[in-house]
């Protein structure tokens, strides 16, 4: 049985890291097959306008596997974003044979700017998208029929998925490769790239440490990175003080003016964001996750968990291991 094939349209303008991204995780993605060898969840092919090498806005030059015209089958599309999707004939030339192979697609995805080149096929009128937070205003003014998130990293309505800015490209592929495949594989996938396999919140945030360090200056400037390091010590007040060589009511006024929170708060929820990704690996006990991201008990973590996210740490998981299950058994259905 041959792997479900995944195209990515190319053209001169794109944004090399929406191919690149894309590319390396659907090919890393491999399973176990019956005879106990390892074998590639997917085939990745690169599909452009014209057979000639295009040049990325980077200016990395890139030679497509195949033409638009001479395309195979695919199971997936992406079209990564780029200048050259939202400015001149690329664009209008992908949207026209998107609408010609649509029906014969099982997904289709846009990366970034890339809804530029798929919105015009009208597959996505009525439909919520997402796209880089800088172009969102301008994309749902050019097509009003579009519904808009400024603040996604991806969203999937129906069998169309769209991805905000740029690394956004990684989290919608793992997505898809954990809907094909299930969490372990994409976990895999997420190890060997050195990402998160789900982060949370949207693209104004990113993550909380990344905020932290994009505002912070002087002092404050590597203590984020510090803090995820540290999870498990000591972050208390006094010794975070301490850290930056601030008294603690000076901390606490100098975090709250850039921030808009306590320490105490930025803390907690960073232990548990963590928390909640471990819990989904399934490789450790309740009791070792609230140790190991630096609760004192498993009762003050358990009561924060259910606080922050509405359920307890036990039931999370176990309606993480549900839709585990669930795909499982559409799977072996099909």
Same mark, same amino acid.
């Given at each position: 049985?041959?792997?479900?094939?995944?195209?990515?349209?190319?053209?001169?303008?794109?944004?090399?890291?929406?191919? !690149?991204?894309? %590319?390396?995780?659907?090919?890393? *993605?491999? $399973? =176990?097959? @019956?005879? /106990?060898? +390892?074998?590639?969840?997917?085939?990745?092919?690169?599909?452009?306008?014209?057979?000639?090498?295009?040049?990325?806005?980077?200016?990395?030059?890139?030679?497509?596997?195949?033409?638009?015209?001479?395309?195979?089958?695919?199971?997936?599309?992406?079209?990564?974003?780029?200048?050259?999707?939202?400015?001149?004939?690329?664009?209008?030339?992908?949207?026209?044979?998107?609408?010609?192979?649509?029906?014969?697609?099982?997904?289709?995805?846009?990366?970034?700017?890339?809804?530029?080149?798929?919105?015009?096929?009208?597959?996505?009128?009525?439909?919520?998208?997402?796209?880089?937070?800088?172009?969102?205003?301008?994309?749902?003014?050019?097509?009003?029929?579009?519904?808009?998130?400024?603040?996604?990293?991806?969203?999937?309505?129906?069998?169309?998925?769209?991805?905000?800015? !740029?690394?956004? %490209?990684?989290?919608?592929?793992? *997505?898809? $490769? =954990?809907? @094909?495949? /299930?969490? +372990?594989?994409?976990?895999?996938?997420?190890?060997?790239?050195?990402?998160?396999?789900?982060?949370?919140?949207?693209?104004?945030?990113?993550?909380?440490?990344?905020?932290?360090?994009?505002?912070?200056?002087?002092?404050?400037?590597?203590?984020?990175?510090?803090?995820?390091?540290?999870?498990?010590?000591?972050?208390?007040?006094?010794?975070?003080?301490?850290?930056?060589?601030?008294?603690?009511?000076?901390?606490?006024?100098?975090?709250?003016?850039?921030?808009?929170?306590?320490?105490?708060?930025?803390?907690?929820?960073?232990?548990?964001?963590?928390?909640?990704?471990?819990?989904?690996?399934?490789?450790?006990?309740?009791?070792?996750?609230?140790?190991?991201?630096?609760?004192?008990?498993?009762?003050?973590?358990?009561?924060?968990?259910?606080?922050?996210?509405?359920?307890?740490?036990? %039931?999370?998981?176990?309606?993480?291991?549900?839709?585990?299950?669930?795909?499982?058994? +559409?799977?072996?259905?099909?």
């Amino acid at each position: 049985m041959k792997p479900p094939r995944v195209g990515l349209i190319g053209y001169d303008g794109v944004q090399a890291l929406d191919i !690149i991204g894309p %590319s390396d995780a659907f090919t890393i *993605a491999e $399973i =176990e097959s @019956d005879n /106990g060898q +390892r074998r590639p969840c997917y085939e990745v092919i690169i599909v452009g306008i014209t057979n000639k090498p295009f040049r990325a806005e980077s200016g990395i030059s890139f030679q497509p596997h195949t033409t638009l015209r001479h395309a195979p089958t695919l199971d997936t599309l992406i079209i990564p974003g780029g200048r050259g999707a939202r400015i001149g004939k690329s664009g209008n030339l992908i949207a026209k044979w998107v609408s010609s192979r649509a029906k014969r697609i099982r997904r289709i995805a846009s990366v970034c700017t890339g809804v530029y080149a798929l919105a015009p096929t009208g597959l996505l009128d009525g439909r919520r998208v997402t796209t880089h937070w800088r172009f969102a205003n301008d994309v749902a003014r050019r097509f009003p029929k579009l519904n808009v998130n400024h603040d996604a990293l991806f969203l999937k309505d129906g069998p169309f998925y769209t991805a905000g800015g !740029i690394t956004a %490209s990684v989290d919608l592929a793992l *997505a898809l $490769i =954990e809907e @094909d495949y /299930g969490p +372990r594989v994409a976990l895999a996938v997420a190890r060997e790239l050195v990402v998160f396999l789900k982060r949370s919140g949207g693209q104004k945030q990113y993550s909380e440490p990344l905020e932290f360090q994009i505002n912070s200056t002087d002092r404050f400037a590597d203590l984020a990175s510090w803090m995820v390091e540290h999870m498990r010590g000591d972050l208390s007040l006094n010794a975070l003080a301490k850290r930056v060589c601030l008294s603690p009511r000076h901390f606490v006024r100098r975090f709250k003016q850039a921030f808009g929170g306590t320490p105490a708060a930025f803390v907690e929820n960073l232990r548990l964001d963590e928390a909640r990704r471990r819990l989904s690996e399934r490789t450790q006990t309740i009791e070792n996750v609230a140790s190991s991201v630096g609760f004192q008990s498993d009762d003050v973590f358990r009561r924060a968990f259910q606080r922050r996210f509405g359920v307890k740490p036990s %039931s999370y998981r176990s309606r993480f291991d549900a839709r585990t299950k669930s795909r499982s058994r +559409r799977k072996k259905a099909r």
